[in-house]
């Protein structure tokens, strides 16, 4: 996720990985701002449902399962790849 071997990173640290990677930062303290309220309220909570993730909202913290994370990425990979393969059958 963040390229680290680190099972745990902070809200802060998800926050400058997602700025770092989008080309499009015009205000960064808006930005970040926009950033964090989204990962906070959007999708930490629906990836805190998942297996791979627990989110500590008061802590401010994300615990990541790497080998169940990575298990359901590619059990992703593989139903685009059927998708993909039905639609060129057609």
């Given at each position: 996720?963040l390229?680290?071997?680190?099972?745990?990173?902070?809200?802060?640290?998800?926050?400058?990985?997602?700025?770092?990677?989008?080309?499009?930062?015009?205000?960064?303290?808006?930005?970040?701002?926009?950033?964090?309220?989204?990962?906070?309220?959007?999708?930490?909570?629906?990836?805190?449902?998942?297996?791979?993730?627990?989110?500590?909202?008061?802590?401010?913290?994300v615990?990541?399962?790497?080998?169940?994370l990575?298990?359901?990425?590619?059990?992703?990979?593989?139903?685009?790849?059927?998708?993909?393969?039905?639609?060129?059958?057609?």
């Amino acid at each position: 996720m963040l390229r680290t071997e680190a099972d745990c990173v902070t809200h802060d640290q998800l926050v400058d990985f997602v700025i770092e990677r989008d080309s499009n930062v015009a205000d960064e303290v808006s930005d970040r701002q926009s950033v964090a309220m989204e990962l906070r309220h959007v999708h930490l909570p629906k990836l805190d449902g998942t297996e791979a993730v627990d989110y500590e909202p008061r802590a401010e913290r994300v615990r990541i399962d790497s080998a169940t994370l990575l298990t359901k990425l590619e059990g992703i990979r593989s139903r685009i790849d059927d998708i993909q393969d039905e639609r060129s059958d057609r």
